[in-house]
């Protein structure tokens, strides 16, 4: 995610961090040029005068605009929501902690001295994996090795041979609840609230699989592609008659607002992946691992993420 001030001025016409213009530029300088020749030929195809007004592109260019517009609002849609799935994800692992540490009784206070052996050290510990895991399988990448040392070995074996972790992990909280509840170490009544929790925790996930496994049809998408690549290649040689030498000029802002819409589009569709403007889902993780360490005092607490040239990943 892009994380800057808004640039003023001169300034804000060269920046290329954050911009769709590395993305289109091959296309948009194809276009130019193409417009460029177009008018320098004043329309003439092989000693072939290629006559069209600027009425079709009228006519055409508003719908375009709209779908676009459409289009991007769906695509915004899936970004926001993802967002919010991950904001839900926050508010329950800290929810989480919380709960373990007040609801779930023991002789000594929790804190991460205790160790793995501690049922509510345990369960806050597989709360910060169950982000990062949550994560790589929206980033489709294997999880990292260092996260280890929050689980038991055993535990650990059994997450590398699960397809789905984040449901590993949570089955492994659901069995240590019915641990506490068979120890009477918690209120059946206040396990139910902590229930309520992992299930909150599963509905954000199971979520975000949804959007990651359901695109934007792609039938939708690739008419747009066409369209928008059909008017702005042929749109030089509907201008070059009532503009002349302007045409290029022209066409390159027309061009670089379709093709950068589209391209804003197809990268914000996908709020889960590694690009500029997705979402910085390694800096959420280590938020969440903060809280987390912070509840349990534990001393190995992480600095969160910051921006690198103004991109938080």
């Known amino acids: 995610?892009?994380?800057?001030?808004?640039?003023?001025?001169?300034?804000?016409?060269?920046?290329?961090?954050?911009?769709?213009?590395?993305?289109?530029?091959?296309?948009?300088?194809?276009?130019?040029?193409?417009?460029?020749?177009?008018?320098l030929s004043h329309g003439d195809l092989f000693k072939l005068k290629i006559t069209?007004?600027?009425?079709?592109?009228?006519?055409?260019?508003?719908?375009?605009?709209?779908?676009?517009?459409?289009?991007?609002?769906?695509?915004?849609?899936?970004?926001?929501?993802?967002?919010?799935?991950?904001?839900?994800?926050?508010?329950?692992?800290?929810?989480?902690?919380?709960?373990?540490?007040?609801l779930i009784s023991d002789?000594?206070?929790?804190?991460?001295?205790?160790?793995?052996?501690?049922i509510r050290v345990r369960m806050i510990y597989r709360a910060i994996l169950f982000a990062y895991a949550l994560r790589d399988l929206l980033r489709e990448q294997a999880i990292s090795p260092t996260l280890g040392s929050l689980v038991s070995n055993a535990e650990w074996l059994g997450l590398q041979k699960a397809f789905n972790k984040p449901d590993f992990l949570m089955r492994q909280m659901g069995a240590d609840l019915a641990q506490?509840?068979?120890?009477?170490?918690?209120?059946?009544?206040?396990?139910?609230?902590?229930?309520?929790?992992?299930?909150?925790?599963?509905?954000?996930s199971a979520s975000c699989e949804r959007i990651k496994n359901t695109p934007i049809p792609f039938s939708y998408t690739l008419l747009l592609h066409r369209t928008a690549y059909i008017y702005c290649f042929l749109l030089p040689f509907g201008l070059v008659d009532s503009i002349g030498f302007m045409t290029p000029f022209v066409v390159a802002i027309v061009a670089y607002t379709f093709f950068g819409l589209d391209a804003l589009g197809d990268e914000?569709?996908?709020?889960?992946?590694?690009?500029?403007?997705?979402?910085?889902?390694?800096?959420?993780?280590?938020?969440?691992?903060?809280?987390l360490r912070e509840a349990l005092q534990d001393p190995c607490v992480p600095e969160p993420l910051r921006p690198v040239n103004y991109c938080l990943s």
């Open 180 to 204: 506490c509840l068979k120890e009477s170490r918690i209120d059946a009544c206040l396990a139910a609230s902590l229930d309520a929790t992992f299930s909150a925790m599963t509905a954000a």
């Open 107 to 118: 002789q000594a206070p929790a804190a991460a001295q205790n160790g793995l052996s501690d």
């Open 268 to 291: 914000i569709e996908e709020p889960f992946g590694l690009e500029s403007n997705d979402l910085p889902l390694d800096a959420i993780c280590r938020a969440i691992e903060i809280d």
């Open 1 to 39: 995610m892009i994380i800057r001030d808004r640039p003023s001025g001169f300034r804000l016409f060269l920046l290329l961090r954050g911009s769709v213009m590395p993305r289109i530029l091959p296309t948009l300088i194809v276009n130019i040029v193409i417009a460029t020749l177009v008018t």
């Open 52 to 102: 069209l007004t600027t009425i079709p592109f009228t006519l055409i260019g508003l719908p375009i605009a709209i779908f676009l517009g459409f289009r991007n609002n769906a695509a915004y849609d899936r970004f926001w929501e993802g967002r919010k799935l991950w904001g839900e994800l926050v508010l329950r692992s800290r929810n989480l902690s919380r709960q373990c540490l007040t």
